[in-house]
């Protein structure tokens, strides 16, 4: 017997919705799960099964015959769930014990079907209850980057249309600027702007940065997509900005990206960080590097580096003060 499996046949029928007998009956016929046994031929299932015969109940409730869906993986039984003829509702999988993973993967689900049928209200909707449903770095790490990512990649197979992406992206930014807003920060605060710089047109990446700074405390300053290099710097200099972040998505092969970023760091002090994300940023991890700048790979490095970089200015401003303070004596 494993930790993984700890759950007793009562325990899971009561957190499924389904009754021992029915639980049993797909085991035999189907073999949907294959719980463990104890010396004593006790069934104990893991959290996982109980993710799996939730959806699985979810989907015969759809109208599907439990035959037919036996054998179909997690991923699977998500889409099918999220396309049974009207977009699942967010209570409908609020209410199931279902793993966070499972969680995610079934607003996921949800989210491309609202895309596809060209939902913005259901969309709006499904994406709002997840943010209520999981903590912000959940939010924005294990459901907005992967779901803006499908949705990239279904764009670029021809699966979904050019409207289908202006729709998402469309919603996703009112959600997160609405967030972002939100956040009660003091004036006191240090200074970040964001933006994408000329010819990068995606911007939920740096909307992505941009909430999560403001979670950390910054004071953000949000400019938008496809900004030139002397906007940015214009608008960092007035507001005396202690860092940039820069979001690279798409085109990755920009010939002259390059000389945008090395604008924007001669344009700033050698004081003010430069971050530059995204997944298109590695394709230009030459230039990052020649001009000082630090490449993020992920939200929780950033986090990270926000907290260092308002630590040791903290630090800094203490130490101007008591030399003051020791000069004034």
Known sequence: MTDEHKHGIKTVSTQTGLTQFTIRAWEKRYAVVTPLRTETNRRLYSDADISRL????????????????????TEMLLELI??????????????????????????????I?????????????????????????????????PLMQEIGEQWKAGTLRIAHEHLATAVVRTLLG?????????????????????????????????????AQGWQVTYLGPNLPAEEIVGCAVQNGAKAIGLSIIYPTDDPHLAN????????IQEYVALFVGGSGAIAYSAVISSIGAMRISDMPTFRTELEALRTQQNGAEANVLSQAENGND
């Open 54 to 73: 939730t959806l699985l109940r979810l989907a015969t409730e759809a109208g599907h015959s439990i035959g037919r869906i036996a054998n179909l993986s």
């Open 82 to 111: 999220g396309t049974a003829g009207t977009i699942v509702q967010p209570s409908e999988i609020e209410k199931e014990v279902v793993s966070q993973e499972t969680s995610l993967r079934f607003y996921i689900a949800s989210c």
């Open 113 to 145: 079907t609202a895309v596809k049928q060209f939902q913005a209200q259901a969309l709006e909707s499904t994406l709002f209850a997840a943010s209520v449903a999981f903590s912000q770095p959940v939010f924005l790490e294990k459901l907005i980057v």
């Open 178 to 214: 609405n967030i972002c807003q939100g956040v009660d920060v003091s004036p006191s605060m240090p200074n970040l702007v964001i933006a994408t710089p000329r010819g990068q047109h995606h911007e939920i990446g740096a909307l992505i940065a941009g909430t999560t700074a403001a």
């Open 260 to 267: 945008e970023l090395r604008k924007i760091r001669r344009g």
